[in-house]
Nanobody, 125 residues
Framework: QVQLVESGGGLVQAGGSLRLSCAAS????????MGWFRQAPGKDSEFVAT????????YYAESVKVRFTISKDNIKNTVYLQMNSLKPEDTAVYYC??????????????????WGQGTQVTVSS
């Protein structure tokens, strides 16, 4: 079992920045990758970014590339999502997830087995 707890969400003006954190506990030693997804009201969940366990490989959705940075601290078992130049369309509940399976991309919801409770990010125009 793995427990994931997100934090760092909030209200920010367009152009501002936020850093989300996802603290993992439990069976974290066999994780292959961790990812961030988001879901805006009335929309499907959307892949945002993923990072492999060592932290040497990352991948981003086109909509956030350059603006967002995913990173991790293996000592603290924490994954971060630094979000810069935020736009109103970034408004969503952001979820972190962890995967214990091999995958070619880690961009799909079904690639992940454990999820956090989510943290709200609201960007005002």
């Amino acid at each position: 079992q793995v427990q994931l707890v997100e934090s760092g969400g909030g209200l920010v003006q367009a152009g501002g920045s936020l850093r989300l954190s996802c603290a993992a506990s439990g069976r974290t030693f066999s994780t292959y990758a961790m990812g961030w997804f988001r879901q805006a009201p009335g929309k499907d969940s959307e892949f945002v970014a993923t990072i492999n366990w060592s932290g040497c490989s990352t991948y981003y959705a086109e909509s956030v590339k350059v603006r967002f940075t995913i990173s991790k601290d293996n000592i603290k078992n924490t994954v971060y999502l630094q979000m810069n130049s935020l736009k109103p369309e970034d408004t969503a509940v952001y979820y972190c997830a962890t995967s214990f399976l091999r995958s070619s991309s880690y961009q799909r919801i079904q690639d992940y087995q454990y999820w956090g409770q989510g943290t709200q990010v609201t960007v005002s125009s």
